[in-house]
């Protein structure tokens, strides 16, 4: 999760926004808009990643079971000839 740029970035945003409230560039109001949107950033990029890494999963799992499917037709015909031969 640390690799990723987008948690970097909000880090560096919360540090900023704290820096920011304590030497008084910004509000109270100011400071916690910008802590809770980069939250939020990273909250999103971990959802997108998990929800991405499901879907690739779920497609691995279609194809292993679309191969399944090829090569129990193949035997069913294979089969079918050795009978008729």
Known sequence: MFKSKTV???LAAIIGAI???F????ELSEALQLVVTSGL???????ISKTQNAAEDAADAAADA???AEISAI????TKIKKAG
């Not at 035997?75 to 294979?78: A, C, L, Q, T």
């Open 41 to 47: 950033a990273v909250f999103l990029r971990h959802g």
């Open 75 to 78: 035997k069913k015909v294979s």
């Open 19 to 21: 820096g920011g409230y």
């Open 23 to 26: 030497t008084g560039e910004l």
């Open 8 to 10: 970097w970035a909000a």
């Open 66 to 68: 679309a191969s399944a």
